[in-house]
């Protein structure tokens, strides 16, 4: 068997159909099957909006990475940004250590906030963002002493990422991840989505399923307060954060 630095080097000289092989044997993409997946693009470089594929073509990526690379690719300040902090450390864990480009980006950020959302929790992804959005909010209603608060108020046709968490804020119907993992997450309370001239457009009969489902949970929570409303006098006020 080869071993790994051996292997690394192979993959960097290949031909680009053994490359792309090697991709189908062993790379899982996101938002796509095991098996049977589409066709992938091998990127060779990339420079502001434009990405160059190993084939040659030049496309534009009009999703900026995922919404990740707002500023283009291959921005020279931060290019030289990455380059002088490799140099020092490429990485360290935060908990119970700092330093300083972190505590001045907090800083700076904290400054465009308003009134007294001065504090910053850096995370890795969108997706955990939310999922540490969440926590803070049970946290809070938990140190309120209201530790029944545990349902989340979100709008239909939202998406809001990947992880669990997140994943039981998406919308509950046409939501990407409703189908595969709607039986196994938490259930929250959904709330029709603003009617507005551009993006999403409900599917026609939805409005009425919408109403219909929205009219039982009702009649559901109902119930359930006038049941549990004698035995716990915040009952009624601690069922959705």
Not at 137 to 166: E, I, P, S, V
Not at 180 to 192: E, N, Q, T, Y
Request: net charge neutral; charged share 25%; proline share 4%.
């Amino acid at each position: 068997m080869a071993s790994c630095g051996a292997v690394l080097r192979l993959a960097g000289r290949r031909s680009l159909e053994a490359h792309l092989e090697a991709d189908a044997r062993h790379v899982w993409h996101p938002y796509s099957r095991a098996a049977h997946r589409g066709k992938v693009w091998s990127v060779e470089s990339a420079s502001g909006v434009r990405l160059k594929l190993e084939s040659g073509e030049e496309v534009i990526d009009g999703m900026s990475s995922w919404w990740a690379a707002v500023h283009g690719y291959n921005h020279p300040v931060l290019n030289e940004a990455l380059r002088a902090q490799v140099e020092k450390c490429a990485h360290v864990m935060f908990g119970g250590l700092t330093h300083r480009p972190a505590v001045g980006l907090c800083e700076a950020l904290a400054s465009l906030a308003p009134g007294a959302l001065n504090r910053v929790f850096l995370c890795d992804s969108g997706s955990v963002a939310v999922e540490v959005a969440l926590k803070l909010a049970l946290q809070y209603w938990k140190a309120k002493g209201f530790r029944k608060k545990t349902r989340f108020a979100a709008l239909r046709n939202a998406y809001h990422g990947d992880t669990f968490g997140a994943m039981s804020c998406c919308d509950p119907v046409n939501g990407m991840h409703a189908e595969l993992f709607g039986d196994v997450l938490p259930k929250h309370l959904f709330l029709p989505a603003p009617d507005v001239p551009f993006g999403f457009r409900r599917r026609k009969g939805e409005e009425e399923e919408e109403s219909e489902e929205e009219s039982s949970s009702a009649r559901s929570s109902s119930s359930s307060s006038s049941s549990s409303s004698s035995s716990s006098p915040r009952s009624s006020s601690s069922d959705a954060a």
